[in-house]
């Protein structure tokens, strides 16, 4: 038997073996994530949308007033993959998920509550951010900046981030007047979803126009 014959046996069986796990695991995340997201803004109608086998999912979810759809991804890391994952780990890969949800009521203006790391990352991004006010605020061991356009959004920003539970997750919440939406990006955690999006979600009506 030629020497190399057992060492790619085993690498063989390797990559089988985490194939099934890594797809296990991915399903099972990806049905938490669902669930909880269903639980929290009860459609009337949804669809999902795979997107890469067991990499995600794209849904759409129709609402009950005042809210008229939501549209929302998932994308997760591949646990399948026995040898891409270290390279994964080593950039710092980590499950996403995103959610924007659209509402028929006028909103008060554009805020963000932004954890300061992504921000760094993403502040270019933000259209007519030299014309926002700001301010940082520490919640754990993270800060978060938060960013507003009218006046009267900073009590609510602070509001809905001293409201705000499992906050270690949020990456992005923003309300966006010209669109009539709100947006938040996470990382998805089991019950953290349900918690963190249901405590933003409470506090939604705070940002209708009056």
């Not at 759809?69 to 998932?74: P, R």
């Not at 805020?111 to 605020?137: A, L, N, P, V, W």
């Not at 009267?152 to 602070?158: D, F, I, P, V, W």
């Amino acid at each position: 038997m030629n020497w190399y014959i057992l060492p790619l046996t085993l690498l063989a069986l390797y990559a089988v073996f985490s194939y099934f796990r890594g797809m296990k695991k991915n399903k099972w995340i990806a049905g938490f994530i669902a669930s909880e997201t269903e639980a929290i803004l009860k459609p009337k109608d949804k669809e999902y949308v795979n997107i890469g086998g067991a990499i995600g999912y794209n849904f759409t979810y129709t609402l009950q007033e005042p809210y008229t759809n939501a549209k929302g991804t998932f994308a997760l890391i591949p646990r399948q993959s026995a040898f891409y994952m270290p390279v994964v780990f080593l950039l710092g890969g980590k499950d996403r998920y995103y959610l924007t949800i659209f509402t028929a009521k006028k909103l008060a203006g554009e805020g963000h509550i932004i954890e300061e790391r992504y921000f760094k990352k993403i502040s270019q991004t933000i259209t007519g951010i030299e014309k926002m006010k700001q301010d940082r605020i520490q919640r754990g061991k993270r800060t978060f900046v938060l960013l507003w356009d009218a006046p009267k959004l900073e009590e609510k920003l602070h509001k809905v981030l001293d409201n705000a539970e499992e906050t270690d997750l949020l990456k992005h919440f923003c309300v966006y007047r010209d669109n009539s939406n709100f947006y938040v990006f996470m990382e998805p955690r089991r019950h953290g979803i349900e918690v963190l999006i249901g405590s933003l979600y409470k506090n939604f009506s705070l940002f209708w126009e009056k």
